[in-house]
């Protein structure tokens, strides 16, 4: 399976430190996303990686990509009690019948909460 | 713009009963989705739609059924509940027009939360 995996499972920081979290997966990609879900909430896109692109940005938000490792992480800087959620990667390859049917598969998610 | 909605926000089902679950988007989006999210389990796609009229099979149909009448709304059906069908589910679409499924932005909505007894 190709499935992302993420670690860790549940992180907990203070406001104003920087949170990292990780995602590795098994097989190769065509992208590679990041959602957040708030508490009963539905999942949103933070930003897609395509398999060539090694680094993204946006806002405090900083995503890498190395598939030599086959492994992403998310760094969100100075965090804020708001970005307190659970976070996504999901992977997209080609699923078992190749040609364009890709396959979007999500992790278990890293629970984050950031202390005020 | 409302965004990707879902009816109903939450149900209880007796095992046997039918329902249908409707998603709308207001995007003109050509790609719709519905995945289901399980405790520690992720969230895994039950089926897909690429256009109106369109409907293929993901990871986890067995159970659900679903239809593509109009391009803004994406059907889900529960023809006969058991309990193993408890979750929630989440209806998502996308622009359609990157190359191909998965390889752009999905939007989500708020999810319906479903107990069967």
Known sequence: ?116 | NAGVTQTPKFRVLKTGQSMTLLCAQDMNHEYMYWYRQDPGMGLRLIHYSVGEGTTAKGEVPDGYNVSRLKKQNFLLGLESAAPSQTSVYFCASSYGQAGGLYQETQYFGPGTRLLVL
């Open chain 1, 1 to 116: 399976s190709q499935q992302g995996e993420e670690d860790p499972q549940a992180l907990s920081i203070q406001e104003g430190e920087n949170a990292t979290m990780n995602c590795s997966y098994k097989t190769s990609i065509n992208n590679l996303q990041w959602y957040r879900q708030n508490s009963g909430r539905g999942l949103v896109h933070l930003i897609l990686i395509r398999s060539n692109e090694r680094e993204k940005h946006s806002g405090r938000l900083r995503v890498t990509l190395d598939t030599s490792k086959k492994s992403s992480s998310l760094l969100i800087t100075a965090s804020r009690a708001a970005d307190t959620a659970s976070y996504f990667c999901a992977t997209a390859g080609r699923g078992k019948s190749g040609g364009s049917n890709y396959k979007l598969t999500f992790g278990k998610g890293t629970l984050l909460t950031v202390n005020p």
